[in-house]
C-alpha cells in the first residue's frame, strides 16, 4: 500500500525573517517521516519522529523554542493515537522536556493512563528515565517575551501581527493501512502558569482511526486560513496516494495541501 505524511508547522503569518527557516524546517521534517514509512516504519513511529523533529527545531512552538508562561518559562502540551489500535497518549503543562511527544507515547504505551499533567507526567519521565532538558528557552523568545509582557495585550497583538504561533502536528498512513497523528505546542505566550489548551485533548485537537482517516483540527484551520489570506502557516506534503479516492474524498489535508500549492509563495 503507498505511504503519506502531512506535516504541518503551525497556524501562523510567518514574518518574512522566518519564511525560509520555516519552509526549510517542514520540508525536513517531512523527508524524515516520509524515510521512516520509506522503511517499513509504522505511521506512529512517522508521526513521533516528524513532530519530535518539529520539537527541536527552535523556528516552531514546541518543545526547543516554545514560547514562554506569565513565569517566562516554557510549558508544553503534546498528543499521540494510534489510528490502528485507538490508544492515545497526551502529556501537558510538562516542564524540561524537549520532545513532549515521545513522552506522550510513553504515556500510552507504559501506563493505564491517556494524559498526564504537571509535576506527575515529570515525575513519570524521570522514572522511565527520560532525560532533562534545560535548554529550551531561546534568546528570541526571551526578546519577545520581554516585549508581550501582558497576556491580554498580548494576545490581541500576536493575533492581529505576524507573531502569533499555534501547534503543530503530522499525520501519516502506513504501508499496512494503519494511520496515525500527533501534535505538540507550547502554547499562546504569557499563558498562566498551568494552562492548558486544546491540543493534548482526545476528539478535540485530533482523531486517529485506520478505518477513517486521521485529522488534527489545527490543519483544517490552516487551511481554512490559507484560502482567506493566502500565506499563512506552513503545511507541507509528501503525497503519494492521491490515486486513492477515499482519501482525497474526505481527508481534508489532502485539499489542504492542493490549495497552497495554488496559492503559495
Keep these: 500500500m503507498k505511504t503519506a505524511i502531512v506535516v504541518h508547522g503551525g497556524a501562523w503569518?510567518?514574518?518574512?525573517?522566518?519564511a525560509e527557516a520555516s519552509v526549510a524546517g517542514v520540508k525536513a521534517?517531512?523527508?524524515?517521516?516520509?524515510a521512516v514509512l520509506k522503511n517499513g516504519g509504522s505511521a506512529l513511529d512517522a508521526v513521533e519522529k516528524a513532530v519530535s523533529s518539529l520539537e527541536d527545531d527552535p523556528v516552531f512552538d514546541a518543545g526547543h523554542g516554545a514560547v514562554l508562561n506569565t513565569d517566562g518559562e516554557v510549558e508544553l502540551d503534546s498528543i499521540i493515537m494510534d489510528g490502528k489500535t485507538l490508544a492515545t497518549g497526551a502529556v501537558s503543562s510538562v516542564r524540561n522536556i524537549a520532545n513532549p511527544v515521545r513522552l506522550a507515547r510513553a504515556v500510552?504505551?507504559?501506563t493505564e493512563h491517556v494524559m498526564l499533567t504537571?509535576?506527575?507526567a515529570n515525575m513519570f519521565a524521570e522514572r522511565i528515565g527520560f532525560p532533562a532538558a534545560h535548554d529550551l528557552v531561546t534568546e528570541l523568545e526571551r526578546k519577545e517575551w520581554e516585549h508581550y509582557k501582558k497576556y491580554v495585550v498580548g494576545v490581541k497583538e500576536l493575533f492581529n501581527s505576524q507573531w502569533g504561533h499555534d501547534t503543530v502536528g503530522a499525520v501519516a498512513l502506513d504501508s499496512f493501512g494503519n494511520v496515525a497523528c500527533a501534535t505538540s505546542t507550547g502554547g499562546i505566550r504569557n499563558k498562566m502558569v498551568g494552562r492548558v489548551g486544546d491540543s493534548p485533548i482526545i476528539g478535540n485537537t485530533l482523531r486517529s482511526d485506520s478505518v477513517c482517516p486521521a485529522v488534527f483540527s489545527c490543519a483544517i484551520r490552516i487551511w481554512w486560513i490559507c484560502r482567506q489570506q493566502k500565506w499563512c502557516g506552513v503545511l507541507y506534503w509528501s503525497w503519494r496516494?492521491?490515486?486513492?479516492?477515499?482519501?482525497?474524498?474526505i481527508n481534508p489535508f489532502s485539499y489542504g495541501a492542493r490549495e497552497i500549492s495554488r496559492s503559495g509563495r
Design 241 to 249: 496516494v492521491y490515486s486513492q479516492s477515499h482519501l482525497s474524498q
Design 118 to 120: 504537571d509535576r506527575g
Design 108 to 110: 500510552m504505551e507504559k
Design 29 to 34: 521534517v517531512v523527508r524524515a517521516g516520509d
Design 13 to 18: 503569518a510567518i514574518p518574512d525573517a522566518l
